[in-house]
Structures are given as structure tokens and as C-alpha cells.
């Protein structure tokens, strides 16, 4: 081998900046493909993105997703197995998904497409989809199993022995990323003997460890009377999957008599349109997952967006409201004179607000401004992600002045209007600098730009009104100056539509 002037062999260029620990990627509600073994086709995470409006319009079209009696009986004996059950989750969604009035989720290949630059080899990356209709702690029996397999073969695997070298021979653990729910369905692996003792690091983006009140909206979707026959179905099919009840709100958000503040009961959920027995299950389960720490923990939270923080619940109808209450440092709600509760809005990611994202006592979280689906896919996220991942830092902070929230409806109709609504945390907003746009993910064009104004009652923010097309599944981005934009995913679906 030729040597150079110095008398020592030349470089082999710079070392990569790579972890040589195993990455997990646990996907939020909705983020998983679903598949049907008996009727034999997917039935969530489709790559036709039109069906999203037509499953809304048919009065059949969410049926598949439902649980069966039996299937229910089975989780409550303790005896459903996700592996060999009728529904089986496939992998991370590849394409954008939604439902109505519980938002949508961005397929994760960002994220799988930026860790890939920061581990020793693509076989370091695992991905567990999971079945999100479930309760979160039948999937974390999974996923401790997955994890342990797939850390085994790692060990082993030439690329990380290679790799380890650069890491003073310390044997390779495990760093966990988790959007969302999946959070929730990490936090349960402290459950299990052991399932926790090799992991480094687990990072969670928009997780709500105290639930989101937007649940609660879904689950009353449709009661009462007259309302559409889509509504009616929906609320039947989401009242039975327990895991929809993994995500209700567990803080004190229910407003009591103008002058209080109460948790919400197994009661109350099923007055507003909820399984009592299935609320009942997932209180007790998330009260004892609420006393479990996240080993190593980095939360990632959404914020800037209009979020549900707050409810009331009269006669059986939920009133959500985008403020909460100012509370003294020994929990005591700060009252006026008059003995009146004082509203404050604190925002979040436009499902969860922004204090039920971190644990209790949790100090330090990263503040994304962005919506919850898209809080996985952007690239401010994806920057933290990766610097935490390294040890090189978390690559800047993403929380500043003039960012915008984005505020839409949970549904539209083909051809009427709709507001959309952007909201800054910095001051006034110049309508010719926000640019706003709408895409129709079946084709990935741009068919509208969007045109802000100011209010004319002189409030803050901006406002436009849009319409779409025709059914499908629409993303609406807005934008300012060189950030990354804020995005959220839209059903537009005729409001009744034949069997």
C-alpha cells in the first residue's frame, strides 16, 4: 500500500455519523395497514385514496373495521390473538389515511427514508405495525417480542459488527420512535419483565399520555337526533374498538357547572355515546400505564395548532373547547374575583394539547409546530429525531415566533364551502405571506391555491374559504417564509350515498 508524505497510509474519508443500535418505528392510530384474512382484501391503508370518501358516503363502508362479538369476547377472556385473527396489520401506512373528526395520519416514509441515514445498515431499521383497534397492551406483548427477535439477529449481523467498532465495542441497544399512539403501546412494554432493560433511548411524537378530548367528539359523532346516517355508523363502529377508548382524555377537562373542573367517569362516556364496559377496561388500564416510566425518555411535541382542551357534556352532547384552565403550581384552578375559572388556550397539534404529550413531571419536551397526522413527516421532527438518535444533539429548536396553526372542519362536502382558519403565535399576520395551497393525494397535484384575508370582525389570524371538487382524500398546507408547512388531511365525501 503507497504511503503518503507522512509516512501513514491515506484516510478512508470521514467517519459516518451512524448509530449501531437497533431502530424501532411504532406507528400511531390509523398508521398501520389492516388487512382482511377472510374476506381477503386490505381494509385500511389503501393506495386507492378515493375510497376515503366513498367508505364515508356508503352505509357499509367502515363495517370491516368493526370488531365482531366474538372478536370482543375473545379480548376480554384474554385469548384474541392478533396473529392468527380475522384483521392483521401488514406495515407502516404508505399512503395518507383519515377519518373523519379524528384527523388524518401521513404515511411514514419520510421518517423511514431519513433514519436510513443515520443507522450502520437499512437491516437496523424494524417497523411494527400493529393492529391500532385493539388495546394498546395486547399490542406491547407484541412488540416486546419483536423487539427482542430483531435485536438478537442485529447482533449478529455483519453491518453492525463492523459498525461497532466505532462505538468502543458497546454492544448495540435499542432506540424507539414512537408517533402517537404508539407511544401509548411503548409505555406498556415497562408491563413486562425485561421487555425495557435494552433500550437506549425512546423518543415519542405527539403521544398522548393523558388522551385527547377530540375522542370524545368521535365517539359522540352522530348521537342524538336527526343527524346523518354516516355519523350514525361511524360512532357504532368506533364505540366498539377499544383502543379508540386507549385515547380519551384521563386529565380533568370535563367543565362542571361553569366553576369546576372533573375527570371524565365510565359513566359519562357512555352518555355521550361510549361502551360503558369498554371505558371502564381502558381507564383502569391507562391509570396503571400512567404510573410507568418511559426509559430514557424524549418527547416530541406538536404545537401552534387550534386544539381541543377542554368539554362540556350536557344532556349526552359534548361541546369541545380550544381552552383550558389556568391552574395555581399545587393544582388549584386560578379563579377571578367573581370565583370564575380563567380560560387559556395552549394549543397543541390540533388533536393532542400540548401538557397531555409529556408525561407528569417531564421537563424538557421539543416543540414542532405542526399537526398531529404530520407530526412524523416533517422534517423539523425528522431533524430531532436523527440528532437525538446520534448523541449529536437534537439539530435546533423549532419553536419561535410567527409560526401558524391551521384550523379546518372535520369533514367537507363536494362543492359547498368550508373556513380555513390560520392562526399565528407571533403577532398579526400579513395575508400576502402566508402561502396556502390544496392537494389532492390521489394524484399528488395542486389544485387550488388558497387566498388569505383578515378577519372583517378584526380578530386574529386569517381566514379563506375553499371548495372542493368531488369525493376523495384532500391535503390543505399552509405556509410562511422558509418553514416547513403545516398540513392536515381532509375527507371530502358526498353527505349520503347509495348501500
Known amino acids: 500500500m503507497p504511503l503518503g508524505i507522512d509516512g501513514l497510509p491515506p484516510r478512508h474519508g470521514a467517519v459516518p455519523d451512524v448509530t449501531n443500535d437497533l431502530v424501532v418505528v411504532v406507528p400511531g392510530i390509523m398508521g398501520s395497514a389492516l388487512h382482511d384474512r377472510d374476506a381477503g382484501r386490505d381494509v ?39 396473529q392468527t385473527a380475522r384483521v392483521t396489520a401488514t406495515g407502516l401506512l404508505e399512503f395518507p389515511a383519515a377519518l373523519p373528526f ?17 443507522v450502520a445498515d437499512p437491516a437496523a431499521i424494524v ?14 406483548r407484541l412488540l416486546a417480542a419483536r423487539i427482542g427477535e430483531r435485536l438478537r439477529a442485529w447482533r449478529q449481523h455483519p453491518k453492525q459488527l463492523a459498525a461497532s467498532a466505532l462505538h468502543q465495542g458497546r454492544p448495540p441497544r435499542v432506540v424507539i420512535v414512537a408517533h402517537s399512539m ?5 409505555r406498556g412494554l415497562s408491563l413486562i419483565d425485561g421487555a425495557t432493560s435494552t433500550i437506549r433511548a425512546t423518543i415519542t411524537l405527539g403521544t398522548p399520555f393523558y388522551g385527547s378530548v377530540k375522542t370524545t367528539a368521535l ?16 360512532r357504532e363502529v368506533v364505540a366498539g374498538l ?24 365510565a359513566g359519562d362516556i357512555a352518555d355521550l355515546g361510549g361502551d360503558a364496559d369498554l371505558a371502564r377496561s381502558s381507564l383502569q388500564r391507562l391509570a396503571e400505564l400512567q404510573e410507568q416510566d418511559l426509559p ?38 386560578i379563579r377571578d374575583d367573581y370565583g370564575r375559572l380563567t380560560e387559556c388556550d395552549l394549543q397543541g397539534d390540533g388533536t393532542v394539547y400540548r401538557y397531555a404529550a409529556s408525561p407528569a413531571g417531564y421537563a424538557d419536551p421539543q416543540h414542532v409546530v405542526q399537526q398531529h397526522g404530520a407530526l412524523a413527516a416533517t422534517g423539523d421532527t425528522l431533524g430531532l429525531v436523527c440528532g437525538i438518535i446520534t448523541g449529536r444533539g437534537t439539530q435546533g429548536i423549532y419553536l419561535g415566533t410567527g409560526d401558524l396553526g391551521l384550523d379546518i372542519p372535520g369533514l367537507a362536502v363536494p362543492g359547498e364551502p368550508f373556513p380555513v382558519g390560520v392562526t399565528a403565535g407571533g403577532g398579526p399576520l400579513d395575508p400576502a405571506a402566508v402561502d396556502g395551497g390544496v392537494w389532492d393525494t390521489a394524484t399528488g397535484r395542486q389544485i387550488q391555491r388558497i387566498r388569505f384575508a383578515a378577519h372583517r370582525d378584526g380578530r386574529d389570524g386569517l381566514t379563506a374559504t375553499v371548495r372542493l371538487p368531488e369525493p376523495g382524500l384532500f391535503r390543505i398546507a399552509v405556509k410562511t417564509g422558509g418553514a416547513d408547512p403545516v398540513t392536515r388531511l381532509l375527507i371530502c365525501a358526498d353527505p349520503v350515498g347509495d348501500e
Open 44 to 82: 385500511w391503508g389503501l393506495k386507492d385514496l378515493r375510497w376515503y370518501g366513498r367508505a364515508w358516503s356508503s352505509k357499509s363502508g367502515l363495517d370491516a373495521l368493526a370488531l365482531s362479538d366474538a372478536e370482543r369476547d375473545r379480548l376480554a377472556d384474554g385469548c384474541y390473538d392478533p
Open 102 to 118: 379524528l384527523d388524518g395520519m401521513e404515511p411514514y416514509t419520510n421518517l423511514l427514508k431519513r433514519l436510513r441515514t443515520v
Open 127 to 140: 417497523t411494527f405495525p400493529y393492529d391500532w383497534r385493539l388495546p394498546v397492551t395486547v399490542n406491547s
Open 182 to 186: 404508539g407511544g401509548l403501546v411503548t
Open 219 to 234: 365517539l359522540n359523532t352522530g348521537s342524538g337526533a336527526p343527524v346523518p346516517m354516516p355519523q350514525r355508523r361511524l
Open 242 to 265: 377499544p383502543g379508540v377508548y386507549d385515547l380519551l382524555p384521563t386529565y380533568r377537562c370535563r367543565v362542571v357547572g361553569g366553576s369546576d373542573l372533573c375527570r371524565l367517569t
Open 296 to 333: 430514557h425518555h424524549r418527547a416530541v411535541v406538536g404545537t401552534g395548532q387550534p386544539t381541543a382542551q377542554s368539554l362540556t357534556l350536557e344532556g349526552g352532547v359534548v361541546k369541545v373547547q380550544q381552552h383550558y384552565y389556568l391552574r395555581h403550581d399545587d393544582g388549584e384552578l
